[in-house]
């Protein structure tokens, strides 16, 4: 599985991915946001694109446009567009290990870390 071990190469490309469920939690979306910014700005890390999906359940991935436009920018793409896909939490990813499982798929043959 593509996960991040500490130790790689600091000068990574990599792409945020913010999803909050109501349009209640724009303040979270926000926070999220600055804490990744600021986590990558940390490890000399460049910010490659940040993809929101405010109001959207994290059920159904076909329901969020701003997770499979990065999905398809990764899957479509001979070149990866990052190194590596972050969040601040698992279930903003991913709510099942089917749905996880399916997306790490997606990435490791772009040798995309999670």
Same mark, same amino acid.
């Given at each position: ?6 130790? $790689? ?16 939690? $724009? ?38 446009? $701003? ?10 793409? $001979? ?10 939490? =698992? ?5 099942? =290990?089917?749905? =996880? ?14």
């Amino acid at each position: 599985m593509g996960f991040y071990m500490d130790n $790689e190469k600091s000068d990574i490309r990599a792409y945020l991915y913010l999803r909050v469920s109501t349009v209640e939690q $724009e303040s979270s979306l926000k926070l999220q946001e600055q804490n990744l910014k600021e986590y990558c700005q940390g490890k000399g890390w460049q910010v490659a694109g940040i993809f929101r999906d405010f109001g959207k359940s994290g059920k159904d991935t076909k329901g969020r446009p $701003e997770f499979m436009r990065m999905m398809d920018l990764i899957a479509a793409s $001979e070149l990866p567009p990052c190194e590596m896909v972050l969040c601040t939490k =698992l279930d903003r990813f991913a709510r099942s =290990l089917v749905d =996880l499982d399916a997306n790490i798929t997606i990435l490791n043959p772009h040798d995309i870390k999670f």
